[in-house]
């Protein structure tokens, strides 16, 4: 079992960045692939970042060139750097654990999910 818990969300003006953090229990992250994902409300859960365990890293068009996933398999942690935020980024940010590489939700373990709201 793999407990994750995300933090670093919050309120942010367009424009601005945040960081989230993902911190990991149970078990080692190092064989995981790490995936972001985002739920804003009436909306589908969407994929945002993946990081796989060899270091490849994969993103939403629409967050390209503005987020950056990283980890940090000694503290057990993957991180999503926000920055440009726009208004339409707003949403629940989830943090995943997958052992197949997948750019979809259909991931083995979940976090709870950190608000973050981008004001216009």
């Known amino acids: 079992q793999v407990q994750l818990v995300e933090s670093g969300g919050g309120l942010v003006q367009a424009g601005g960045s945040l960081r989230l953090s993902c911190a990991a229990s149970g078990r080692t992250i190092s064989s995981f692939n790490m995936g972001w994902f985002r739920q804003a409300p009436g909306k589908e859960r969407e994929f945002v970042a993946c990081i796989s365990w060899t270091g490849s890293l994969y993103y939403a068009d629409s967050v390209k060139g503005r987020f950056t996933i990283s980890r940090d398999n000694h503290r057990n942690t993957v991180y999503l750097q926000m920055n440009s935020l726009k208004p339409e980024d707003t949403a629940v940010y989830y943090c995943?654990?997958?052992?197949?590489?997948?750019?979809?939700?259909?991931?083995?373990?979940w976090g709870q999910g950190t608000q973050v709201t981008v004001s216009s």
């Open positions: 995943a654990a997958a052992r197949v590489l997948v750019l979809t939700p259909e991931y083995d373990y």
